[in-house]
T-cell receptor, first 115, second 111 residues
């Protein structure tokens, strides 16, 4: 069964450093999402792509976070500079292009620890 | 902001017992979904119920939806140790079709 791939699985960094996370969605899924999940809470949407275009980045802290999906396939989420409060699980998900109200398929996540 | 709120926050049951958790939400929805998350892992989609449906089954899972009370319940029957996980309800809002998660219920199944 096809899966969403994410790397790295774990990342430890010091504050003020730059970090980047990578996501490869299920083949054929035009919609891609990045979520942040703080320990003990549910995921919160950071950014949503439809193909290579951003359709929602209202919750993305744009002063330090950026996301791109240049060819409409895989995506990168970057944080620069990282802050202590950025420690969280970063989850990538994808869904079929015309079913944004339906099932999202999640990757295993990247656990970020900022020291 | 999170729209759904699960109750209880944590649940501990014996293997073989049933587990029930509830979800309440605030605004009109297109559908409601339940996801499972094993410790430190990604989320796995369990079941989706649309706003015009009242009950749905999938294996040992039963989901109900009461749109008049803005609430849903997830029942896991004959629980197993492998059901130990956090369970999240997520709603797709009617006005913007965004998926919004609750804080989750942590279920522990004791052998």
């Amino acid at each position: 069964e096809a899966e969403v791939a994410q790397s790295p699985r774990y990342k430890i960094t010091e504050k003020s450093q730059a970090v980047a996370f990578w996501c490869d969605p299920i083949s054929g899924h035009a919609t891609l999402y990045w979520y942040r999940q703080i320990l003990g809470q549910g995921p919160e949407l950071l950014v949503q792509f439809q193909d290579e275009s951003v359709v929602d980045d209202s919750q993305l802290p744009k002063d330090r976070f950026s996301a791109e999906r240049l060819k409409g396939v895989d995506s990168t989420l970057k944080i620069q500079p990282a802050e202590l409060g950025d420690s969280a699980m970063y989850l990538c998900a994808s869904s079929l292009p015309l079913a944004s109200t339906d099932t999202q398929y999640f990757g295993p996540g990247t656990r970020l620890t900022v020291l | 902001s999170q729209q759904g709120e699960e109750d209880p926050q944590a649940l501990s049951i014996q293997e073989g017992e049933n587990a029930t958790m509830n979800c309440s939400y605030k605004t009109s929805i297109n559908n409601l979904q339940w996801y499972r998350q094993n410790s430190g892992r990604g989320l796995v989609h369990l079941i989706l119920i649309r706003s015009n449906e009242r009950e749905k089954h999938s294996g040992r899972l039963r989901v109900t939806l009461d749109t008049s009370k803005k609430s849903s319940s997830l029942l896991i029957t004959a629980s197993r140790a492998a059901d130990t996980a956090s369970y999240f309800c997520a709603t797709v809002r009617s006005n913007d079709y965004k998926l919004s998660f609750g804080a989750g219920t942590t279920v522990t199944v004791r052998a």
